[in-house]
């Protein structure tokens, strides 16, 4: 029975939270049902649809299958954190302008998925994007638009590294 | 002609707060003081509900109600095109496949309504669970609903059949079997209800390709005027069909009557698969007659759909397959008939093509045969027997503007590298 | 973390964790990265008396190298499993196994230690791991035991291993010089596929690469346990390869097989699988000599 109560602490989006929860609650409800944070979606509970995708300790995991007291001392990023200032992440950008969104139930999972493989990998080739995003269904078949999306992004961050390379070399 | 939109980029109304999670899906939404519905499914595909025994359950601490059909004896059936369906199952009347409801649990949270329904005691008479339509239409075949198991029979018929088979130089007669198929949107079903007291109006946040044939079948199984039913519909991760049907509404809309709470229902991706429409799977018969210079001269099909335990919308499924039958194909003489067949799997209703697909897998296959028997490369007898203006369809419509077939299997050759063969 | 009732465990050592499972061990159930615990468990985790987690045992989150062994932690995750240089220049096919393990989210939590103590038929490390003549440390608190991989399981989802035991390492002696290894899954997709079936092959050669001295063929989803063909060792063992038959080799894993029907695949679909994929080792493993010993001038 999940009446055992502990408490938590962990950064999410930037923010420290410390939280009571059960050991026996998992990470994606204490996302949504605790913290109200519902760009993180369920879509099967066990793994195998990518909706409940989150960065944890610069990792990608599905936080349906993570244990909310496996959490504690982590560093997380929720969909809800991406992009600064009020400005849309690239990847976020880049989804919007090719149209790789549809229902948008994959999209918060997809967009993560994309941010880390573009972190490790800045110039994925198709085969690179398609591994980097197999964790991550989209039950609309927008793949195409998604994998275009994911190009379009790594263009421009590295246009924008490059610009900044130059901004420094000026300075 | 205007150029706007089409062949433009256009960026979606709602793609923003898609791409940064704010878009709110019906499970994103809560209610202060909301309890949380979890539902007692069939314990048998087929069988007679002989005893409901709800009293451990209810005594679960955290548990509010749990509604049997013995509270709610004025809600009637519900259905797309027959009411066919009922809301929950009372003692002495059957369930027809594992997705009946039996229960509504209604508990203060999710854990504990999961937890009583493992305490509902069920017992059943078992009846012969019917799997395959070819058994469900045998004489001896228990009748699944009261007016037996064809639920809807489809004719069609063009020009004279026995004439084209004379005419025939080679006649292909093969069987094909689809499968049953799931939608998987990525959302499943998931829904809230609010009552509000002063006005009777019940408020549902739900999904629905219906929004008004949904709210006409709600009232109607609730006895209630339409303007007493709102449907809200939140951000919808997903349809393809399968959003068609009745799914969380009626459980919810009686669970908040009943307790005058905010209630909230989401399936497991188990329940949504077991409980909700599926693809029809097939049984397709097909003879298919060509001359040696492989023109096609007659087809005729024997269309068997299984449409599961209840209708949904499998009659216009299965009737729109039979009408496909041919394919874009020219054909002068057709002959076909189609049964949409009751059994206890689980119901199947629309889905993308809408009986069309399923259809197509058999007539392909057929012109592939047929092309391979002739020695004609494939590509050129479609070409030479496809669509084109003045075609007519198996029901008889003259295509009269816009028919690209041609044009599709030349791009789609083309795209393939594709080199007639040469036998 | 404190936890007044006792239901979640994180110690930071391995004694401390051993302490909880000599005395909560039948009640309580060990996790690791929860890839599959909590798919078995889905939607009835308060089914669950406590948890044991291993996440803060530091002293199982390393690859260790010596002269004559590499030892891996059992909470090294498939991720770093395939990314590790030590395990890929060592046990390519491990490393293999493990990035065509579920999903980069699976891979990021799921550990070695987790897929050999759920034994599943069809865990994908389980037939590499044998075919490398992995032993296991299985720790208690008044006991080592190091035993076989091959001598763990003992059914589906069934091992040898006690409640108040914990696998602590996995040990793979050092291949020889000439070793040359080969592995193929079969499954629905790329990507979240639980496998038709598996086969790892891992073939050690003399000094002077020309006579086979070792060979071990290991199958997965084709019976209760991951199965070793060891009439494949008996066939090759003193041979060179231009004596060795691939074809009767290949029948040989095809009539010792007795898989099953299942969702998956058919008893008749595996049979004829495993003698393809056989072969295709074979050939890869082959090949692989060949370029070794006839280097491209």
């Not at chain 2, 508990?107 to 069920?122: C, F, M, P, W």
């Not at chain 2, 919808?236 to 069909?241: K, Q, T, W």
């Not at chain 3, 208690?140 to 991989?149: C, F, G």
Request: a neutral charge; proline letters at 4%; one cysteine or more.
């Amino acid at each position: 029975m999940s009446t055992h109560k502990l408490t938590i602490e962990f950064i999410i989006n930037g923010q420290k939270r410390k939280i009571e929860t059960t050991p026996f609650t998992r990470l994606l409800d204490l996302i949504r049902d605790d913290l109200h944070l519902t760009g993180t979606k369920e879509g099967c509970g066990k793994g195998e649809c990518g909706a409940c995708t989150i960065i944890m300790n610069h990792q990608l995991v599905a936080s349906c299958l993570v244990l909310a007291p496996q959490a504690d001392g982590a560093e997380i990023i929720t969909i809800e954190g991406l992009g600064e200032k009020g400005k849309l992440d690239p990847i976020q950008e880049a989804f919007i302008e090719t149209g790789a969104v549809q229902c948008g139930f994959c999209t918060p999972g997809m967009v993560l998925a994309a941010k880390k493989l573009l972190e490790e990998n800045p110039h994925p080739n198709i085969e690179e994007i398609k591994r980097g995003i197999s964790g991550n269904l989209c039950r609309c078949t927008g793949y195409k638009k998604i994998i275009e999306a994911i190009n379009l992004a790594a263009k421009r961050l590295t246009q924008q590294l490059e610009e900044e390379k130059g901004k420094e070399k000026n300075v | 002609m205007s150029k706007m939109y089409v062949g433009e980029n256009i960026i979606k109304v709602d793609s923003k707060e898609k791409v940064i999670g704010k878009a709110l899906y019906p499970d994103d939404l809560s209610f202060e003081g909301m309890l949380y519905l979890k539902i007692k499914r069939a314990v048998h595909p087929h069988a007679i509900l002989r005893k409901l025994d709800i009293s451990k359950a209810e005594k679960l601490p955290g548990i509010v109600k749990i509604i049997t059909a013995a509270d709610i004896p004025w809600v009637k059936n519900f259905g797309l095109i027959i009411k066919d369906q009922p809301v929950l199952i009372g003692i002495g009347q059957k369930m027809r496949y594992m997705g009946d409801a039996l229960a509504i649990v209604i508990a203060e949270n999710k854990e504990i309504a999961s937890q009583a329904l493992r305490l509902i005691e069920v017992e059943v008479e078992k009846l012969e669970v019917i799997s395959d339509p070819i058994r469900a239409i045998e004489k001896d075949a228990p009748p699944i609903h009261n007016n037996g198991n064809i639920l809807a029979t489809h004719y069609l018929e063009k020009g004279n059949i026995e004439k084209g088979f004379a005419q025939a130089d080679l006649i292909v007669d093969k069987e094909y079997r689809t499968s049953f198929l799931d939608h998987i949107p990525l959302q499943v079903e998931s829904g809230l209800g609010v009552f509000d007291a002063k006005t009777e109006v019940i408020t549902i946040w739900a999904a629905t390709q219906w929004i008004h044939d949904t709210q006409a079948d709600m009232a109607q199984a609730l006895g209630l005027p339409k303007e007493k039913i709102r449907i809200i519909q939140p951000a919808i991760g997903g349809a393809f069909g399968k959003r068609e049907d009745i799914s969380v509404h009626l459980h919810l809309a009686l669970a908040a009557m009943l307790t005058k709470r905010p209630v909230k229902l989401t399936y497991t991706r188990e329940e949504s698969m077991i409980t909700q429409s599926k693809r029809h799977a097939f049984i397709v018969r097909a003879k298919t007659g060509a001359t040696k210079t492989g023109y096609l001269t007659a087809w005729q099909v024997e269309v068997i759909g299984d449409t599961g335990a209840y209708a949904s919308s499998g009659p216009a499924v299965v009737r729109k397959g039979l009408y496909h039958c041919t394919g874009p194909y020219n054909v002068p003489n057709v002959k076909g008939v189609a049964y949409t067949i009751y059994t206890n799997n689980t119901y199947a209703g629309a889905m993308r093509g809408f009986g069309t697909t399923q259809m197509a897998f058999a007539y392909e296959s057929q012109m592939d045969i047929l092309a391979f028997e002739l020695g004609i490369d494939p590509v050129r007898f479609r070409l030479q027997n496809a669509y084109e203006i003045g075609s007519s369809t198996p029901n008889q419509q003259i295509l009269n503007t816009s028919v690209g077939v041609k044009d599709t299997i030349q791009e789609a050759a083309r795209m393939a590298n594709w080199k007639e063969e040469s036998r | 973390m404190k936890n007044q009732e006792g239901q979640y465990f994180s110690p930071q050592q391995i004694p401390e964790a051993l302490e909880i499972l000599s005395k909560y061990g039948k009640e309580i159930k060990i996790i690791a990265g929860g890839s599959d615990l909590l798919v078995q468990y889905h939607d009835r985790l308060y089914e669950i008396a406590g948890w044991l987690d291993l996440k803060n045992l530091t002293e199982l989150k390393k690859i260790e190298l010596n002269s004559s062994e590499v030892s891996i932690g059992a909470m090294i995750t498939h991720s770093q499993l395939e990314k590790s240089p030590q395990i890929k220049n060592y046990f390519p096919i491990l490393s293999r196994a493990a990035a065509e393990i579920g999903s980069p989210q699976i891979r990021n939590r799921g550990t070695i230690g987790g897929n050999i103590v759920n034994a599943s038929p069809a865990g994908d490390l389980l037939s590499p791991l044998i075919a490398y003549e992995a032993k296991l440390v299985l720790l208690s608190s008044d006991e080592k035991n190091i035993i076989p991989a091959e001598q763990f399981f003992t059914g589906p989802k069934k091992t040898i291993l006690k409640p108040n035991q914990l696998l602590t390492q996995i040990i793979l002696p050092l291949p020889p010089q000439n070793c040359y290894s080969s592995w193929v899954k079969v499954g629905k997709r790329k990507a979240l596929a639980i496998s038709t079936i598996a086969l790892a092959m891992v073939v050690k050669m003399s000094e002077d690469n020309q006579i086979i001295q070792g060979a071990k063929v290991c199958l997965s989803s084709i019976a209760p346990t991951p199965l070793e063909i060891k009439e494949v060792r008996e066939e090759m063992i003193g041979k060179t390869f231009s004596q060795v038959n691939f074809t009767k080799l290949a029948q040989l894993v095809e009539d010792k097989i007795s898989p099953i029907d299942d969702i998956r695949g058919t008893k008749e679909y595996r049979k004829e699988v495993a003698r393809r994929i056989m072969i295709h080792c074979l050939e890869e493993i082959y090949s692989c000599w060949r370029d070794k010993c006839l280097p491209i001038n």
